[in-house]
């Protein structure tokens, strides 16, 4: 963050989303981060709306150049490391109480942007969200690969909760309207206990590849886990990731935690993955932040750190 955008902030009371320049109308750029801020379909545990406030406030003074995973003399960064061409387009207007009208402002507005030629960043907000940004990325580009990190796999029928949309079915309805590319789905981190093994015996037979925290740690599978990885990258892709993939004890204020979820240096393996793919990816978010329960503040520390990597595009690693 530059001197004269972090005086901008203070004279305006704007909190930008790490201090980028804030722009409210779509237009050409690198990208744009776009606040979601609806929870009507969590199940369980509310405040997800409030998030894309928290997230900015936390991003406040972090600065858009993340620290080189390692240094070394002589060391010279490779492509782009810092949140370049980025712009704060403010929050989607979501009404709280319609997931069904959140849903179309979402795609609306995603769609606005990405017929601009940006790349979209969406702070969550509740996950049933993911779904407005896929339907108006898939409209520009087809089918896209989709990473999607969550202690959740989000394809229940809603049956169980006696409505079709809800924060645990997206990635079901995304798949059943074609939105997605099955070969090229990958998620990591699911671990949650389950009513019974539909969803997951949904996934499979679709093709989608599962991972779980053990899964991911088993130095046996690196080989297949970095060809899934790139397999999402083969065309037009987004990244969806909800908070709860990392453990509780360093992001506790999320809807639905689970124990046993990955570390910090986990998800960030995961990130730079991302940024090995071919083309970068079109659309991303950062889901589930409630900032009402208790552990909020290092919740978004954590979570916006995990933001900065993802923005600065490029991997940080010495040859």
């Known amino acids: 963050m530059s001197v004269d955008v972090l ?18 109308d779509p237009r050409p750029t690198t990208g744009v981060v776009l606040g979601v801020p609806c929870d009507a379909g969590v199940i369980n545990r509310p405040g997800a709306r409030l998030g894309p406030w928290a997230l900015r406030a936390a991003s406040m003074g972090l600065g858009t150049h993340p620290m080189p ?5 002589g060391y010279v960064a490779l492509g782009p490391a810092a949140a370049d061409g980025w712009l704060d ?8 109480f319609s997931l069904t009208e959140a849903l179309e402002t979402v795609q609306a507005t995603v769609g606005g942007w990405a017929m601009n030629g940006c790349r979209t960043f969406l702070l969550g ?39 079709p949309i809800h924060h ?24 949650a206990p389950r009513f019974d093994d539909e969803e997951l015996a949904f996934l ?15 130095p046996r599978l690196d080989s297949r886990l970095a060809a899934d990885l790139a397999a999402v990258g083969r065309g037009p892709a987004y990244l969806s990731l909800d908070l709860d993939v990392l453990d509780p004890v360093l992001v506790p204020a999320v809807a639905e935690p689970v124990p046993g979820g990955l570390s910090v240096e986990e998800t960030l393996r995961l990130i730079r993955a991302v940024h090995r793919w071919p083309e970068p990816w079109v659309g991303a978010d950062l889901m589930e932040l409630a900032p009402t329960l208790d552990g909020a503040e290092a919740s978004a520390r954590v979570a916006v750190h995990l933001a900065l990597h993802l923005l ?6 010495c040859p």
């Open 125 to 163: 907000g509740d996950h049933a969200l993911t779904l407005g940004a896929l339907r108006a990325l898939a409209l520009q580009h087809g089918p896209l690969g989709l990473l999607h990190l969550d202690a959740h796999p989000d394809a229940a029928d809603g049956a169980a909760w006696g409505t």
């Open 7 to 24: 005086m901008h902030g203070l004279r305006t009371g704007l909190t930008p989303f790490l201090g980028l320049p804030l722009a409210l």
């Open 69 to 73: 995973d390692r240094l070394r003399e």
């Open 312 to 317: 600065a595009g490029g991997s940080h690693e």
């Open 89 to 96: 387009g403010g929050n989607i207007p979501t009404l709280p």
């Open 204 to 218: 499979q037979a679709a093709g989608v590849r599962l991972w779980t925290p053990s899964d991911l740690r088993d």
């Open 168 to 191: 645990g079915t997206w990635v079901r309805q995304a798949l059943e309207e074609g939105l997605l590319d099955p070969e090229r789905v990958v998620q990591v981190g699911l671990r």
